[in-house]
C-alpha cells in the first residue's frame, strides 16, 4: 500500500516544486514592474521638476492700466467736444474747447497792465533825471539866497550905524524927531530884509532836501534795475504769462494715447477748474495684477519672466511680460471690510497677493487688450534670479 502511494507523493512533490517555481517567477516578474514602475514615476518627476517645476501659474490674474484723469485747468462753458467714449486719440489732439472770450480779455488787460509798467519805468527814470536837474538848480537858488542874506545883512549894519548915529544927534537936538524917526524906520525894514533873505534861503534849502528825497526815492524804485527786471514789469509779465495760459488751457488736449472712456461732458455745459470731464486709457501701456496665493510666491521675485494668455484671444495667442513688483498687502487686507481674524470665528483661509506685471508693448499693438479682462498668469521662477 505504501509502494503503491509513492509515484502519488513524488508527483505531488514535482507539482508543489513548479508551483513554487511559477510563484517564484510572477514574484520577479511583479517586482520588475514596480520597480520599473519607480523608475519610470521618478524620471517623470524629474522631468516635471526640470521643465514645469520652476513655474507658478493662476487664473486670477485681470487687466489693468495707470489711466488718466482729464480736468479742466480753467473754467467756462464747453464750446466743442471733439470725441467720444470707445475713441482712439492720439498725444496732443484736441479734446474739447471752452469758450476762451473771457480769456481773450484777460489776455488783453494783462498787456495792457504790461505796457502801462514798461511805460512807468520810463517815467520813473525820466523822473530821476528831472530831479537831478531840480537839485542842480536849487543849488544855485541856495547860493544867491545866501547872497541875498549877506547883502541884507550889510544892509542891517548900515541901518544900525546910521542909527546910533542920528540918535546922538536927535539927543543934542541937531536933527528933526522925523529923521530921527525915518532912521528908526529903515533899521526895521533892515532887520526885516535880513529875516527875509533868510526865510527865503531856508525855503531853498527845503526844496533841495524835498527834490534830493524824491530823487532817492525814485532811484530806489529802478537802481539795479532795467525795464525788462523792474518788480513791476515782471509782476505784470507774470500776469501776461498766466493770461496766454489761460488761453490755451481752453483747448484740452489729451496728455498720452490712449482710448477714452466715461466722458461725462456735453456742449453747453458750465464746468469749473478741477472738473473731471473724461479718462484716457493707455492700451499701450497695460499690465496684468496676477492674484498668486501666498504658498506660491516663495520663489517669485521682481524681473522673471511670465507668459500670459487672454481669455478674449485663448490660448493660442500668449503674451510675454516681466514681474515688475508686488502689492502691498492682499487683497482681503485692503477690502472695504478688512477680515476681522481676532474673532472665535476665524477660519485660515490662503490669501493671495497682486504681482504686476508689465506686458510688451508690441504683442499689445497686435493684439490688444482692455482694462478688466481675464488672465491666465504662469511666472517663470528660474529666470532674472
Do not use: C
Not at 288 to 312: C, I, R, W
Not at 355 to 376: C, F, T, W, Y
Amino acid at each position: 500500500m505504501t509502494d503503491a502511494q509513492n509515484p502519488h507523493a513524488s508527483s505531488n512533490d514535482v507539482n508543489e516544486a513548479r508551483a513554487d517555481v511559477e510563484a517564484k517567477k510572477k514574484r520577479k516578474k511583479a517586482l520588475k514592474i514596480f520597480a520599473l514602475l519607480i523608475i519610470v514615476v521618478a524620471i517623470l518627476y524629474a522631468i516635471w521638476v526640470l521643465f514645469f517645476g520652476n513655474t507658478v501659474e493662476t487664473d486670477n490674474a485681470y487687466v489693468g492700466a495707470e489711466t488718466a484723469e482729464i480736468t479742466s485747468m480753467v473754467s467756462g462753458q464747453v464750446e466743442k467736444v471733439l470725441v467720444s467714449d470707445t475713441q482712439q486719440v492720439k498725444k496732443g489732439e484736441v479734446l474739447a474747447v471752452i469758450d476762451n472770450r473771457d480769456a481773450k480779455i484777460a489776455l488783453a488787460q494783462a498787456e495792457a497792465q504790461l505796457a502801462k509798467a514798461k511805460r512807468q519805468y520810463t517815467q520813473s527814470s525820466a523822473n530821476s533825471s528831472s530831479l537831478s536837474s531840480q537839485i542842480l538848480i536849487s543849488a544855485d537858488d541856495i547860493n544867491s539866497a545866501k547872497a541875498q542874506v549877506a547883502q541884507a545883512e550889510v544892509a542891517l549894519q548900515q541901518a544900525k550905524q546910521e542909527f546910533a548915529r542920528r540918535q546922538q544927534l536927535s539927543a543934542s537936538g541937531a536933527i528933526s524927531k522925523e529923521e530921527f524917526t525915518k532912521s528908526q524906520s529903515a533899521l526895521d525894514n533892515a532887520k526885516a530884509s535880513v529875516d527875509v533873505a533868510k526865510a527865503a534861503l531856508a525855503q531853498t534849502e527845503s526844496k533841495r532836501k524835498a527834490a534830493q528825497s524824491n530823487l532817492d526815492a525814485n532811484e530806489a524804485l529802478i537802481r539795479g534795475t532795467s525795464e525788462s527786471s523792474t518788480p513791476d514789469v515782471l509782476v505784470a509779465q507774470a500776469k501776461l504769462d498766466q493770461a496766454l495760459l489761460d488761453l490755451q488751457r481752453t483747448e484740452i488736449k489729451a496728455p498720452l494715447d490712449g482710448v477714452i472712456a466715461r466722458r461725462s461732458i456735453q456742449v453747453g455745459q458750465r464746468v469749473t477748474a478741477g472738473s473731471s470731464l473724461m479718462k484716457i486709457v493707455p492700451i499701450s501701456a497695460l499690465y496684468v495684477d496676477a492674484n498668486f496665493k501666498e504658498s506660491q510666491l516663495k520663489d517669485v521675485k521682481v524681473g522673471q519672466k511670465a507668459t500670459l494668455t487672454s481669455d478674449l484671444y485663448g490660448k493660442k495667442v500668449e503674451y510675454h511680460g516681466t514681474v515688475i513688483g508686488f502689492s502691498g498687502g492682499t487683497g482681503s487686507a485692503f477690502a472695504l471690510i478688512p477680515a476681522q481674524n481676532a474673532t472665535g470665528n476665524w477660519i485660515k483661509v490662503v490669501q493671495r497677493l497682486p504681482v504686476r506685471i508689465q506686458l510688451d508693448p508690441k504683442e499689445l499693438a497686435k493684439h490688444p487688450l482692455r482694462v478688466g479682462l481675464s488672465m491666465n498668469a504662469e511666472v517663470d521662477t528660474s529666470s532674472a534670479k
